[in-house]
């Protein structure tokens, strides 16, 4: 059967109105907004998915987060220091130009010169050199045995060289430098409320089923929710807890729904020796040391937090209670964490024994327009810590908002979200819990906000990134959470479920990444 004719049968199995799926554009709308067209600036979820549309890695990930070929065929270890991957040969950018090792070379040189909030450096520290062996096959150095390359690099999404060095990610947001090999072109750009592209009839890979996808922002729930319903839109993530049911029971829509990687969590500033203005004693007087520098306040907050209760009440069980960034069942959970069990009584006493007896104040700072009821659950914790004596202001801002704040390190209790999206929990590891250099250089600890260090766990983690053994290296990976988490590094609170929703006779396959890609939504068969 000719392409062609397998379009054209699929589109008689729509229902309306999306009969012509393939001449009308896809209209889907999303929770959050990307940070930018620059598939360099920011390792934030909205940015990567919006990316993964126009720019490819080398690697990519299905929906299980398993690595998979992407631009490179194929990739093996020459020695224990040394990986070659096979470029895919007549692969063209959007521009017409040929896709080639220099361009990665290009792209891997290109990632550290970005100023970003959390940086793809991340993904890319161990390539100590890339060598260009030919048109089509690249050599990346490594200064230790490093297994996780394939998986790092599925972030790393590869630009044309021709785009010149040090260009802004502002020659990306006016599409001037958005040249990429991806299943869509850049057609239009308008931050906060939609991105527009038209599919890339040139790609080497399997065409979209659209033409076009108008990729909007709508951040409010129930605007998205009545956007899907009406029909203005032919798909949403993000469904609110709240309207899941009445969703399921709409036969215009199909629901979809899985796990996800993402851990929401709170952070604290365990750096700051002096006072902070987001610690106070119980009646708002300064304290001359900073409360979360002690283990067992840590400890008291996280206990004090009924994680079962949220789940249910807030969360409407679209998650599950969590200790840990890895949930069940995946590569380096570790089944002898326990998810922290409520106590009121011990969180109280550890208070006291820590030297408060009489309780703190407490500035609790999150987001309200990234995660699931994230500014509902951020209210709760709130009235669950003044339980025990700790009465909590809570400022729940735009994400773009609370990260700049974050970012100058303005902030000693904090909500966000972690999805380790290479389906093992290395990057949290590095990323979250590592420890930042003093003066931000580096790569560790680049979304450690509260700016937690523990060499001993430092140490293990890189220990476990150099040990080729997959079963050894969980075991590492696997000890050197349950020690961050013996330390209270961070408050686990819950992991999120991911549900979709889309018009009927649209499919939508979940992913454990919570990415939403116009290239996964398909007619009904």
């Not at 993000?238 to 049911?245: C, I, L, M, S």
């Not at 036969?251 to 610690?279: M, N």
């Not at 703190?360 to 009235?383: C, E």
């Not at 499919?507 to 939403?516: A, V």
Request: aromatic content about 8%.
């Amino acid at each position: 059967m000719t392409r062609s004719l397998r379009a054209a049968l699929l589109g008689c199995a729509l229902l309306a109105p999306f009969a012509a799926a393939q001449a009308e554009p896809l209209s889907l709308a999303v929770s959050a907004p990307p940070a930018s067209i620059d598939p360099h600036y920011y390792t934030l979820t909205p940015s990567i998915q919006l990316s993964a549309h126009m720019f490819e890695g080398l690697t990519q990930r299905d929906e299980n987060a398993r690595v998979q070929p992407a631009l490179a065929e194929s990739w093996k270890l020459v020695d224990d220091t040394t990986w070659e991957f096979k470029l895919r040969p007549g692969v063209k950018f959007h521009n017409g130009a040929d896709f080639t090792a220099e361009d990665v070379a290009f792209s891997l040189k290109r990632v550290p010169w970005v100023q970003s909030p959390s940086s793809f450096a991340v993904y890319t520290r161990a390539i100590t050199d890339v060598q260009v062996v030919d048109a089509h096959t690249v050599r990346f150095k490594t200064a230790a045995p490093y297994p996780l390359l394939p998986n790092d690099l599925a972030n790393v999404f590869m630009v044309s060289r021709g785009i010149g060095e040090n260009t802004p990610s502002s020659d990306f947001n006016s599409g001037k430098a958005a040249i990429g090999t991806g299943p869509f072109k850049f057609v239009s750009y308008d931050p906060n409320n939609r991105v527009e592209m038209a599919r890339n009839e040139a790609y080497w890979g399997e065409k979209p089923a659209w033409d076009r996808v108008n990729y909007r922002i709508i951040t409010n729930s129930g605007a998205r929710v009545a956007a899907l319903l009406s029909g203005d839109v032919a798909m949403i993530d993000n469904v609110p807890t709240a309207d899941v049911a009445k969703i399921r029971n709409n036969d215009k829509v199909t629901v979809a729904e899985g796990t996800s990687l993402r851990l929401i969590f709170l952070g604290l500033d365990v750096f700051r020796d002096g006072p902070t203005p987001d610690v106070r004693g119980p009646n708002g007087e300064e304290l001359a040391k900073n409360p979360l520098q002690d283990k067992r306040v840590r400890e008291a907050l996280s206990i004090a937090i009924n994680r079962p209760a949220i789940v249910q009440r807030i969360m409407e069980n679209v998650a599950v209670p969590a200790g840990q960034f890895m949930p069940e069942g995946s590569f380096g959970y570790n089944p002898a964490i326990p998810v922290p069990k409520f106590d009121a009584d011990r969180a109280k006493k550890l208070l006291a024994e820590a030297g408060y007896p009489n309780g703190l104040s407490i500035t609790l700072r999150g987001p309200n327009d990234r995660y699931i009821n994230d500014s509902q659950v951020q209210q709760v914790i709130a009235q669950m810590w003044a339980r025990i004596g700790i009465k909590t202001q809570v400022e729940a801002t735009p994400l773009a908002t609370l990260i700049g704040r974050l970012n100058r390190f303005d902030a000693s209790a904090y909500m966000l979200g972690w999805s380790n999206s290479t389906g093992e929990p290395s990057t949290s590891l590095r990323a979250v819990m590592g420890t930042r250099a003093q003066g931000g250089g580096g790569s560790l600890g680049l979304s450690n906000y509260g700016r937690y260090s523990n060499p001993e766990m430092d140490a293990l983690a890189e220990k476990a990134l150099s040990t080729l053994d997959d079963k050894a290296r969980e075991t590492m990976l696997q000890d050197a959470m349950k020690m961050a988490m013996d330390d209270v590094a961070i408050i686990p609170l819950h992991t999120q479920k991911s549900v979709w929703a889309t018009r009927r006779g649209l499919t939508y396959t979940p992913r454990l990444d919570e990415q939403t890609l116009a290239t996964e939504v398909r007619p009904a068969r």
